[in-house]
């Protein structure tokens, strides 16, 4: 099992981890790890004492000073102990493999990372800095320090306070909520004693997120500074603000102290002699002052993290499992050389089309509206032809008086028939040109459904539209096509006339033989009605024969072309482009590729924390030793 540094050591590499990968907490809706590790976080009110605190622990001067909100992104600050005579140093993780030995630009860089990211506006970031000090003199401990609650927003500059006056005080108790409400976050609630501790911002907010104190350390500071005869007795043993753990009470450097640059070694001498020669702490001495609070805190954490890695361990082993089922829906990204984006175009293409044959032949809905245009709607528009007027006795009449001209037909109406055929068959257009029409539509839309089905193109939106142009490209040539061999179905029938028909038809048996009477019948009205009702059952006769050849057209011409080469055209253009060309069309959409990074690169943190927690769990695997 690990001991107990390695485990803080551990979850500082995961900590930088997040932050190199970009998990610091906040809702990108991606699991989260920064917020399941335990961590102790530094609170208290502006001036409350926090940054002497953290240098008393450190034993170091390195944080900015000044007047106002000085710190205005958290400040991870993760210690390790070296040996004894090595030499002390930071490090960034911004600005890795720099070793800072001169803590004065320690401080130099915190303040300008923070306007590099804030700008000079004095806004708040909640991305962390994170400085690690290897040092002998320090425990192993991570504190992370926070922007001062405050009540006003002192020192921001004028200009930016025009905007949103309150924003900033606000932005601060958000940012130092979101942290100190974690379960796993341990408060380190600084509290100045020469105050009301009854409005210490840090306990109020402790109070509120733990009412019962179990994460609470609470550390009081000043004590030297409380007015002469008062003490903080009552507090520091637990009488008037019980916590669970035991409040530490800390002496700083003062604001002379600092003038006179009293180093941090010196001031923690001086802050040990206080409590021992205290009359008032004396018998406290062991359990005050900052190494005291560095050495508790760094148990604490150590005995935290322990307790919750199983429950870390899971939640990891959870993460990645979701991640991976995320990044399978959401697909592999897209390869780089021109060979591989042209195969992965085809089998785009492929899956459009099987999905587009699906809809015709069966399996997926939609082909049978193809049937219903033969079945239906082209019946229908034959049977609303208007034969009835075009064939009624006065339009009869007068098509076959126009045709006779001067001279009246003598046996029967040969040119008027022709005519009264021929306008009768150009009525067929129509129905023929409609069920073209009908029928480009439905495949149209199934080419848009098949689209919208093929899962592995909702990433490719360029791709889809090019597909949907070239086959609706495809679609238009086919209509074309289709509407020509239609009408020369229909202008075949009109060129040459079923002779047998008309041989067929019962001869005009001349009543009594009466040749007279017989000519005279020839121009009276039973004449014409006979003329129109054998055109009338030829017409019909085409009919029935169009009901039954239009469709087969259509298929032959519309639907069978579009399953069998409705991309061709699109295949020989792909085959032209170059890499640059190919690698536009797979364009994907640019939150989803924001996604599939978000997912990879948390995927890649939860990967690394798991190797890092396994090898502590676990070194003889990774190490084996031969037994
Ligand atoms: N005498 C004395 N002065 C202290 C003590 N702790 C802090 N100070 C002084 O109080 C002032 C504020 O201390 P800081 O440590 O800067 O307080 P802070 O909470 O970090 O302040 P902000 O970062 O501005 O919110 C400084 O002048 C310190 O010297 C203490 O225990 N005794």
Redo the contacts with the bound molecule.
Sequence with gaps: MATMESLIVTVNRIQRACTVLGDHGGDTNLPTLWEALPSVVVV??????????LESIVGRDF?P?GSG???RRPLVLQLHKTERGLQEYGEFLHLPKKKFTDFSMVRKEIQDETDRMTGKSKQISPVPIHLSIYSPNVVNLTLIDLP?LTKVAVGIPPAFLLGQPESIVQDIEIMVRSYVEKPNCIILA?T?ANQDIATSDAMKLSREVDPTGERTFGVL?????MDKGTNAIDVLEGRAYPLQHPWVG??????A??KKNVDMIASRRKEREFFASSPDYGHLASKMGSEYLAKVLSKHLESVIRARLPGITSLINKSIEELEAELSHLGRSVAVDAGAQLYTILELCRAFDRIFKEHLDGGRPGGDRVYGVFDHQLPAALRKLPFDRHLSLQNVRKVVSEADGYQPHLIAPEQGYRRLIDGALNYFRGPAEASVDAVHFLLKELVRRSIAETQELKRFPTLQAEIAAAASEALERFREESKKTTLRMVDMESSYLTVDFFRKLPQEVEKGGNPTSSSVDRYAESHFRKIGSNVFSYVGMVSDTLRNTIPKAVVYCQVREAKQSLLDHFYIQLGKKEGKQLAQLLDEDPALMERRQQCVKRLELYKSARDEIDSVLWPDETHPTAC
Excluded: A, E, F, M
């Design positions: 208290g009110g502006q001036s409350s004492g926090k940054s002497s605190v944080l000073r909100i000085v710190t001062g600084i100045p500071t000043k004590l030297d500074l800390i002496v700083n450097r003062s604001q102290d600092i």
